[in-house]
């Protein structure tokens, strides 16, 4: 089942098909809402890998009262909690993960390999791993959404909440690409708001990771996704995930910094 529903209520919350250095640019530069690319990854792959997701060792859960429902395989970096500790966990951790990620896709092409290597070559100064204080990021994790328990509430994510490292100085924007593993046939959709929340939603969102969906008017869009698609946005933007019915919701993530054009993406989970 294919559920798209949008409510366009100017060119800038069009979303592309393609993924290319203009839509790039144009996303980035919040000149368009979003790039959907349908059958991004092959979907029989993708559902296998889907499996050992669900049933990997190192899934756990986010630590946030409105996400605690959501597995993550591997640490995020939003869990570390600037935590010094639990930072330098996270760091130690993070190329070990790279590599156990990439293995459960052998002897195929990951399909956040394969986003890394486009968003290389498509934008005009490359891209690159992400490295706080000199130390290699994570990227790729795996999203878990267990069926009618798990959804992701109305939210935003910045990295300059995450961390003060030297790094991350004249970010400008921050995308998020979405490779769908495996997705429910009713529910596990995308909520777009493109805006940003106020002041007073940010407080209550680093607090407990999201509004209550009846707090904030209708998604500008809603999309239902398909095992292989790829969906990139701006998370600095609202957006959340309604619950799914029949089976795991499963995609793997990577957020992506934007400093302009003349300076390289910078990606990590």
Known sequence: MTVTTQV???????????????????????EIGAIHV??????????KVAQKAINHQALGNYHKQH??????????????KWDADLTKKY?????????????????????MDRVRLELQELWPAGA?????????????AFRVFQPTTSEFYPH????????????????????VANIYL??????????????????EETKVILDVEGLEPDSVEAPVHEIHPEAGDLIIFSPRMLHA?????????????????SKGSREPLLYWS
Request: net charge negative; hydrophobic share 35%.
């Open 241 to 257: 995930v309604t619950r799914g019915h029949g089976k795991h919701r499963v995609g793997a993530a990577a957020f992506i910094a």
């Open 128 to 140: 690159n791993l992400l490295r706080l204080r000199e130390r290699a990021c994570f990227v790729g």
């Open 91 to 111: 760091h130690d951790a993070a190329l070990p993960a790279i590599e156990d990620v990439r293995s459960m896709f052998h002897p195929y092409l990951s399909p």
């Open 8 to 30: 366009v209520r100017s060119a800038t919350h069009q979303i592309a098909t393609e993924l290319t250095t203009d839509t790039l640019l144009k996303l980035a530069n919040r």
């Open 156 to 175: 935003n994510d910045a990295i300059d909440q995450e961390s003060d490292a030297p790094e991350i100085e004249g970010v400008l924007n921050q995308l």
């Open 67 to 80: 996400t605690s429902s959501v597995g993550r395989v591997y640490m995020p970096h939003i869990d570390t």
């Open 182 to 199: 495996q997705v429910p046939d009713e529910g596990g959709n995308l909520q777009l708001w493109q805006r940003e929340p106020t002041p």
């Open 38 to 47: 349908r059958g991004y990854y092959p979907a029989d792959i993708a559902e």
